[in-house]
């Protein structure tokens, strides 16, 4: 059974962190770009960040540069987004994505991923 699973969510103040993880089962993600996206209340789903398939190539929204950082672990089938300096319009419900690539670079179009997770929510609050 195919699995893409969402964990590290939750209630922090601003400027704080926290580190999302996405794990998936049942399938390899060694040739998937993994991107995380979010939505927010009232508003569109957005493209937050991307990484290639061995990690070498990243890319993030201008709204999170500087802040969050994307890795991967493909041993252990996950990728992670080390949030910092959080701030309240980073509230949201931040999903991971894979997409089956043939070669090695960070595009991650959201109308053309292959797996989505369920999601987790990120809420930034004093």
């Known amino acids: 059974q195919l699995q893409f699973v969402e964990s590290g969510g939750g209630l922090v103040q601003p400027g704080g962190s926290l580190r999302l993880s996405c794990t998936a089962s049942g399938f390899t993600l060694d040739y998937s770009a993994i991107g995380w996206f979010r939505q927010a209340p009232g508003k569109e789903r957005e493209g937050v960040s991307c990484?290639?398939?061995?990690?070498?190539?990243?890319n993030y929204a201008d709204s999170v540069k500087g802040r969050f950082t994307i890795s991967r672990d493909n041993a252990k089938n996950t990728v992670y987004l080390q949030m910092n300096s959080l701030k309240p319009e980073d509230t949201a419900i931040y999903y991971c994505?894979?997409?089956?690539?043939?070669?090695?670079?960070?595009?991650?179009?959201?109308?053309?991923?292959?797996?989505w997770g369920k999601g987790t929510l990120v809420t930034v609050s004093p």
């Open positions: 990484i290639s398939r061995s990690g070498g190539s990243t």
């Open positions: 994505a894979a997409v089956i690539t043939v070669g090695d670079y960070a595009r991650c179009p959201s109308d053309r991923m292959d797996y």
